[in-house]
Nanobody, 126 residues
């Protein structure tokens, strides 16, 4: 079992930046693929970015490619999402998630993740 806690959300103007963090409990964080998802009001939860347990394999949604960067520090049991050039359409609750499957594939679907945080709200004003 792992517990995930997101932080770093807030209100920012269009074009601004935010850095989200996901702190994980437990000693197995370094063996999990990790991902970020987001959910806007009245919309389905969608994939944002993910990376492998060692951080060497990353995947991004097309909508954030070139603007967002996912990273992790296994020594600190923490994952990050650096979000630059934010736009109003990035407004959503952002969730981090952990995949314990030890698959060779970094999953981009919600069903591929076993543990979820409570989310942090990001609001981008125009």
């Amino acid at each position: 079992q792992v517990q995930l806690v997101e932080s770093g959300g807030g209100l920012v103007q269009a074009g601004g930046s935010l850095r989200l963090s996901c702190a994980a409990s437990g000693r197995t964080f370094s063996s999990y693929h990790m991902g970020w998802f987001r959910q806007a009001p009245r919309k389905e939860r969608e994939f944002v970015a993910a990376l492998s347990w060692g951080g060497g394999n990353t995947r991004y949604a097309d909508s954030v490619k070139g603007r967002f960067t996912i990273s992790r520090d296994n020594a600190k049991n923490t994952m990050y999402l650096q979000m630059n050039s934010l736009q109003p359409e990035d407004t959503a609750d952002y969730y981090c998630a952990a995949d314990r499957s030890r698959s060779t594939v970094v999953d981009t679907t919600t069903r591929g993740y076993d543990y979820w945080g409570q989310g942090t709200q990001v609001t981008v004003s125009s």
